[in-house]
């Protein structure tokens, strides 16, 4: 189950990433914003990264403007590792390293094709594991 949610800026890019995550059979629910009206950010950050931090979801996918304001937001719950992603190299690399639990993207940056490669290259890629990288993510958390 995905935890989905963007601002304003990221609503258009949501409605094509979920629609994305429907082809795929992907069970997901969208945290709002549900309009283009602007609104605050944090209030979708927030409402992902606690959705995935309580163990309901097992991913979560953020979208603002550049993805850096929800990101931000969302690192801040105990438990997450929002990974901002423009590019398929960064979001095989977070969740093989990072294990990331959070998909971060900026609607302004990316392109809807780029953006669909990413969401797939960041819900097919496992963790890999290895001790190092559980080591280092067991030292993020303050
Ligand atoms: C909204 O205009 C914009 O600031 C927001 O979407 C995001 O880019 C913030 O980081």
Do not use: W
Request: net charge negative; aromatic share 8%; charged share 20%.
């Amino acid at each position: 189950m995905i935890a989905i949610g963007s601002d304003h800026g990221g609503y258009a890019l949501k409605q094509a990433v979920m629609k994305h995550l429907e082809s795929r059979g992907e069970q997901y629910h969208d945290f709002g914003t549900y309009s283009e009206a602007s609104c605050d950010y944090p209030d979708y950050g927030r409402a992902v990264a606690e959705a995935v931090a309580s163990g309901a979801y097992q991913y979560g996918i953020i979208i603002c403007g550049t993805g850096i304001g929800i990101s931000i937001t969302a690192n801040k719950v105990r438990g997450i590792r929002a990974a901002l992603c423009g590019d398929c190299f960064s979001a095989e690399a977070t969740r093989l390293h990072n294990d990331a639990n959070v998909l971060a993207m900026g609607a302004r940056v990316v392109g809807e094709g780029l953006a669909l490669k990413i969401v797939d290259t960041f819900l097919d890629t496992p963790f890999s594991n290895d001790e190092r990288h559980i080591r280092r993510i067991s030292k993020i958390e303050p």
